[in-house]
C-alpha cells in the first residue's frame, strides 16, 4: 500500500529499513529510501515506513492523505527557500556559500517566511512593470508620512513644520484656519506626487546606484537632500518667507529650522526609496520573466 502511494507521488528508490505485515510488522528487510522528482530527500522523514501509518493515525488519515500532508509539508519547506535565495540574490549578496539544502522548519514557518518574501518580490515587481502608477502610490506615501512627522517635531526641540497651512496661506490667505489647511494640503500631496513622478521618470534612472533595496533607499535619500536645498534656498526664503529675510540656506531663521528641513525631506526620501524600489533589469520578476 505504501510502495503503491509512494509511486503515486513520483518517489524513486533509494533506501529505506520497513517491514513486512497487515501493520508492517513482523521480518525486517531492506527496501530503497525515496526521492521524489522535487529533488526531496525523504530519509530524515521516512526511516521506517511504520512512521507513515503513525502519522495517518495519528492524525486520522489514510496512507494516501497522510503521504500528500508530508509532500505538501517539505515543498513548503523548499519553496521558502527557494524564495530566501530569489532576494538574497536580487540584493546582489553571496549565496554561493550557503547550503543548498534548507534546514526543516515547522510548516507555519515557512508559509509565513515565503509569505512575506514572495510579497516583497510582488511589490517589487509591480513597481517594475507599473513605474508611473508606483511612482503616484509612492509620492502619496512619502507626502503623507513626512507630513505626519512634521507635527511631532516640537517633542524633540525642533520648530514644527505645518506645510499645509504654509502653502495654505500663499493660495487662500483671506480664508479662514480650515480653508487654509484644505488648500495647502491639495496643494501640498499634489507637489509631492509631481515631484515623485519626475524623480520616477528622469533622476532615478540615472543614478549611479543598481536597483536593490539599499539602492533604491540611496537614491530616494538623495532626491530628498535635493528636494532640501530646493526648499531652504528658494522656496523658504522667496515664496513662503520673503518678509523674514531667511537669507542664504535660510540659515536666518536658526539652525532648528535648517535641520527641521532637513529631516523632513530625508524621512521623504527614505519612505520614497522604500516604496518606489524596483527590481534591477536584469533581475528575474515574480512571474519568471527578466525585469
Known amino acids: 500500500m505504501i510502495e503503491r502511494s509512494l509511486e503515486r507521488v513520483d518517489v524513486q528508490p533509494l533506501t529505506i529499513e520497513s517491514h513486512s505485515g497487515s501493520r508492517l510488522g513482523g521480518a525486517r528487510e531492506r527496501t530503497p529510501m525515496s526521492r521524489n522528482k522535487y529533488g526531496i530527500d525523504w530519509s530524515f522523514r521516512l526511516r521506517f515506513a511504520g ?53 526543516p522548519v515547522r510548516p507555519g514557518t515557512a508559509r509565513v517566511t515565503m509569505t512575506r518574501n514572495s510579497s516583497i518580490v510582488w511589490w517589487r515587481t509591480w513597481v517594475s512593470q507599473h513605474r508611473l502608477l508606483a511612482a503616484i502610490v509612492a509620492g ?17 526641540g525642533l520648530p514644527q ?15 479662514d484656519s480650515l480653508v487654509r489647511f484644505i488648500s495647502g494640503s491639495v496643494y501640498h500631496y499634489i507637489d509631492g506626487v509631481v515631484f515623485t513622478i519626475m524623480y520616477a521618470v528622469a533622476i532615478h534612472p540615472r543614478l549611479p546606484w543598481r536597483n536593490t533595496a539599499l539602492g533604491n533607499l540611496a537614491k530616494g535619500l538623495v532626491f530628498g537632500w535635493v ?16 518678509h523674514l529675510d ?16 532637513i529631516l523632513w525631506h530625508s524621512i521623504f526620501g527614505l519612505h520614497l526609496g522604500t516604496v518606489y524600489s524596483p527590481l534591477p533589469d536584469e533581475a528575474p520578476t515574480a512571474d519568471g520573466a527578466t525585469g
Open 51 to 103: 512512521a507513515i501509518e503513525a502519522h495517518a493515525a495519528r492524525k486520522q488519515l489514510t496512507i494516501d492523505q497522510s503521504i500528500d500532508r508530508l509532500t505538501q509539508v517539505e515543498r513548503l519547506r523548499r519553496s521558502a527557500f527557494v524564495d530566501r535565495m530569489s532576494v538574497l540574490t536580487q540584493e546582489g549578496q553571496d549565496v554561493s556559500t550557503l547550503s543548498t539544502t534548507a534546514r
Open 140 to 156: 502619496v506615501v512619502a507626502t503623507h508620512i513626512a507630513t505626519i512627522t512634521g507635527f511631532w517635531y516640537p517633542a524633540v
Open 246 to 261: 531667511p537669507g542664504i540656506l535660510s540659515l536666518n531663521l536658526g539652525w532648528q529650522r535648517v535641520l527641521a528641513g
Open 227 to 242: 528636494l532640501t536645498t530646493i526648499s531652504l534656498s528658494f522656496m523658504v526664503p522667496r515664496v513662503y518667507f520673503p
Open 161 to 175: 513644520l505645518d506645510w499645509n497651512r504654509v502653502n495654505g496661506g500663499i493660495y487662500t490667505p483671506e480664508g
